[in-house]
RNA sequence: GGGUCGUUAGCUCAGCCGGCAGAGCAGCGGGCUUUUAACCCGAAGGUCGUGGGUUCGAUCCCCACACGACCCA
């Protein structure tokens, strides 16, 4: 037998040998006084003569992460993940016959205790077990308590070892929690209303992205998984829902990196008589309340540096955020020719087939966006990028569009949003032409009957939680992140 | 897409110039009634990611592949 399945003999063997004591090792239930953290909360001022004289009775209940055996006695520890207790286990207390289930205790296990709460001489607060009862056998054996896991491929496949074990890996999880409250709390605030709306969807628009098909058996109908919510959600500010949000997944058919996963959590928010500018100012007040909130600084450490929330934020054309991150001069983005040898320059694939303002917006990548460590809005957005986008009055071929770049990354996209329908309809053909999709004319429609002047806004939720927790890949803040299946 | 690095016991990690595979934790046996990374004694535990190649001999060198981490575009 390997040293593995040897490890699971071993506990198998002690579950069988509970039963044999006719004692059940996944009982249906056992009433405790609170979580291990709430007990540990409520005495946490009680002094060892008040406890002595007292007699606080306790039942808790938790996972035994670790064992100090002393012959006729023993500490055992019991998590409930945010906090521990410690028991101490006496054999003239518990009896000869209980104290022996110990034999057939595991580390991992959860068990119970009923008893008395008392001080040891070290002051640690501690229950004097007068019950000791098997709540959940582990089978499999845990990682080791020092390190927990690190193989950071493990930590993703099996998470529940991960935060489990890694203390800070729970910290990241409870702080996105957290992110996405204070959001809810910020927007409600205003007066957005939360929504929901189709995932599934039989045009993937709202974004340029390859989409995941599915198909509908009954209907016979291919469908798209959503690619963003973005025009179900200004279809309902047609229908009078004038500040609304949705917080949810959206998918991408595309690669996988330290900034991408599959599916991903954005928040999108519509806000009507508003415009690009208010959604800047927005912007600020939202990440920084957040900030505060979550991280309880606006000073965030991010790898060797920090990125600074203080405000104003800095606002910076596209143009000119590549005139400043390179050598290009404003000649090299003139004429095409002289915007496709630059592109080239930079190593931009497949340049004769990219339109002008893609070709700006590739420079851009390849210059600035890695250096915006601060946050910046960048503005100015080529109208053929930004199809859903408002023109700029002055400027046509601009759009009021800005996208919000800290840490090296793309955190936000946002615009006073295209209301003319015939501009959309038009809209949507070149880009048809160009990148082979079709015009949504259901959301045409819906433009047809009147939709106020309104800005929107996405913001990627596991990006904003990298910032907020130092993270600096996007596996390490989603639970589960799409990895390749491993056979074995 | 290109490059660099990693994969050794259940977990965390060593392993020098190619010559019998090492430790801590966990597990197992024994001891210990206030410990807390408990402690003391003892005995175990390995397809060195997978597949090829070079060599008298490969965890180590070469090639390919798988999975992952980081950097660049």
């Not at 991960?162 to 957290?178: C, G, I, Y």
């Not at 990028?385 to 996208?403: G, M, N, Q, V």
């Amino acid at each position: 037998m390997e040293a593995g399945e040897l490890l699971r003999a071993n506990r198998r063997a002690k579950l069988e040998a509970l039963r044999e004591r006719g004692v059940d090792p996944y009982p249906a239930r056992f009433v405790v006084d609170g979580r291990v953290s709430e007990i540990v909360a409520r005495f946490e001022g009680a002094d060892a003569a008040s406890l002595e004289s007292g007699a606080q009775r306790v039942r808790v209940g938790g996972r035994v992460t670790a064992v100090r055996g002393h012959g006729k006695a023993a500490f055992i520890d019991l998590s409930d993940g945010d906090g521990r207790l410690q028991a101490h286990l006496r054999r003239d207390v518990l009896g000869e016959e209980t104290f022996s289930l110990l034999d057939n205790l595991d580390l991992g296990d959860f068990w119970g205790v009923d008893g008395v709460l008392f001080r040891t001489r070290t002051h640690e607060l501690t229950v004097k077990a007068e019950r000791l009862v098997v709540l959940a056998k582990a089978l499999a054996p845990w990682p080791e308590k020092w390190h927990g896991l690190t193989d950071h491929e493990q930590r993703a496949r099996q998470r529940y070892l991960d935060l489990a074990t890694n203390p800070q890996s729970r910290r990241v999880f409870l702080a996105r929690a957290a992110a996405v409250r204070e959001i809810r709390t910020f927007l409600e605030a205003r007066g957005f209303v939360e929504v929901e709306t189709p995932m599934m969807q039989p045009i993937a628009g709202g974004a340029t992205a390859r989409p995941f098909v599915t198909h509908h058996n009954t209907l016979d109908l291919d469908l798209y998984l959503r690619i963003a919510p973005e025009l179900y959600l200004k279809r309902l500010v047609v229908g009078g829902i004038e500040r609304v949000f949705e917080i949810n997944r959206s998918f991408r058919n595309e690669g996988i990196s330290t900034h991408h996963n599959p599916e991903f959590t954005m928040l999108e928010f519509y806000w009507a008589y508003a415009d690009y500018r208010n959604l800047m100012d927005l912007t600020e007040e939202m990440l920084c309340q957040v900030a505060s909130k979550v991280a309880g600084t606006e000073v965030l450490p991010w790898g060797e540096e920090h990125v600074n929330l203080a405000r104003p934020w800095r606002r910076l054309g596209m143009r000119e955020a590549v005139l400043a991150y390179s050598d290009l001069q404003p000649e090299n983005l003139g004429e095409r020719a002289a915007l496709e040898a630059a592109a080239r320059r930079f190593g931009i694939a497949d340049v004769p087939r990219l339109s002008s303002g893609k070709l700006l917006a590739e420079l851009f990548e390849a210059t600035a966006e890695s250096r915006l460590l601060d946050p910046t809005f960048v503005t100015d957005f080529p109208a053929d990028i930004s199809p859903l986008a408002k023109r700029k009055p002055e400027d046509p071929e601009l759009t009021e569009r800005f996208e919000l770049y800290l840490g090296g990354m793309e955190l936000a996209n946002a615009f006073s949003e295209l209301n003319d329908p015939d501009d959309q309809r038009r809209r949507f053909e070149e880009q048809a032409r160009a990148t082979g999709g079709v015009v949504d004319e259901d959301y045409v429609l819906a433009l047809e009957h009147g939709m106020p002047p309104t800005a929107g806004e996405g913001i990627g939720i596991d990006r904003l939680v990298m910032l907020l927790t130092g993270s600096r890949s996007i596996r390490d803040v989603i639970l589960f992140p799409l990895l390749r299946p491993r056979d074995d």
